[in-house]
């Protein structure tokens, strides 16, 4: 039987394993598989499995699974790790990753891994709660007066003062994970949407914090990254 490569990181205490498809060969990503090796007590444990594969495009192309064995569309703290992984093994300054919808470059900023997200957009709005889309779809609520939606990543804003934010994450496919890199995205998104300004905000989440700027267009996350270890997977 042979034995998988893998690499655990974290950001913010989002944590992922990611297969190097780039390196080795990858498995068959069976719900079962992902199941498995995501699973805390009979495997490595994760909040998302991130598979790297070749891209005409850029330097590596990011699959996303979420720990029930559901695919996902983005992941902004993800990214963040992949980018410094890639960065680490090709050496250059800059790296690209691309995933179904879009694009996105990442670098090393002031307080660690800097990745450009691309954009969001406002797909929904009640008095309690704003829909961002950002690749994948997030529902940010400012008051916790409405059921919560099953099939979309939910982010609660706990606390505004001034330009620090405090947000609690429900992810869909994963439950109740300490960060979330888009969540955060779309987080500022919807704030700048109800405020009508655009502004950089600290967003502090339960495992710690990143810094969201730039513009609805082209939104940019920031904050550090750590590998917390590498080893081989037996299937």
Same mark, same amino acid.
């Given at each position: 039987?042979?034995?998988?490569?893998?690499?655990?990181?974290?950001?913010?205490?989002?944590?992922? !394993?990611?297969?190097?498809?780039?390196? +080795?060969?990858?498995?068959?990503?069976?719900?079962?598989?992902?199941? /498995?090796?995501?699973?805390?007590?009979?495997? !490595?444990?994760?909040?998302?499995? *991130?598979?790297?594969?070749?891209?005409?495009?850029?330097?590596?192309?990011?699959? !996303?699974?979420?720990?029930?064995? +559901?695919?996902?569309?983005?992941?902004?703290?993800? *990214?963040?790790?992949?980018?410094?992984? *890639?960065?680490? +093994?090709?050496?250059?300054?800059?790296? =690209?990753?691309?995933?179904?919808?879009?694009?996105?470059?990442? #670098?090393?900023?002031?307080?660690?891994?800097?990745?450009?997200?691309?954009?969001?957009?406002?797909? $929904?709005? +009640?008095?309690?709660?704003?829909?961002? #889309?950002?690749?994948?779809?997030?529902?940010?609520?400012?008051?916790?007066? #409405?059921?919560?939606? =099953?099939?979309?990543?939910?982010?609660?804003?706990?606390?505004?003062?001034?330009?620090?934010?405090?947000?609690?994450?429900?992810?869909?496919?994963?439950?109740?994970?300490?960060?979330?890199?888009?969540?955060?995205?779309?987080? =500022?998104? =919807?704030?700048?949407?109800?405020?009508?300004?655009? /502004?950089?905000?600290?967003?502090?989440?339960?495992? $710690? #914090?990143?810094?969201?700027?730039?513009?609805?267009?082209?939104?940019? *996350?920031?904050?550090?990254?750590?590998?917390?270890?590498?080893?081989?997977?037996?299937?």
């Amino acid at each position: 039987m042979a034995m998988i490569p893998f690499t655990k990181m974290q950001a913010q205490g989002n944590d992922f !394993i990611i297969l190097n498809g780039l390196e +080795s060969s990858l498995p068959e990503l069976t719900d079962a598989f992902v199941r /498995r090796i995501t699973e805390r007590r009979y495997g !490595i444990g994760c909040d998302q499995l *991130l598979v790297l594969e070749n891209s005409d495009s850029a330097n590596a192309a990011m699959r !996303i699974f979420n720990n029930d064995g +559901s695919e996902a569309a983005n992941c902004g703290n993800g *990214l963040r790790c992949v980018g410094e992984l *890639l960065m680490q +093994s090709t050496g250059q300054d800059r790296v =690209a990753i691309a995933l179904a919808d879009r694009t996105v470059c990442a #670098e090393r900023g002031q307080n660690g891994i800097r990745i450009e997200m691309g954009a969001a957009s406002i797909s $929904g709005r +009640s008095d309690a709660h704003v829909d961002v #889309e950002i690749g994948n779809p997030h529902t940010i609520f400012f008051e916790t007066v #409405e059921d919560f939606p =099953a099939d979309r990543n939910v982010e609660i804003v706990t606390g505004l003062i001034v330009d620090h934010v405090y947000i609690d994450i429900i992810e869909r496919g994963s439950g109740h994970t300490p960060a979330c890199g888009s969540g955060a995205c779309a987080t =500022a998104a =919807a704030i700048w949407h109800v405020e009508g300004s655009v /502004r950089p905000l600290k967003i502090e989440m339960p495992g $710690g #914090e990143v810094m969201v700027s730039g513009t609805p267009e082209n939104l940019i *996350l920031e904050g550090p990254v750590h590998t917390t270890f590498t080893g081989r997977f037996a299937p």
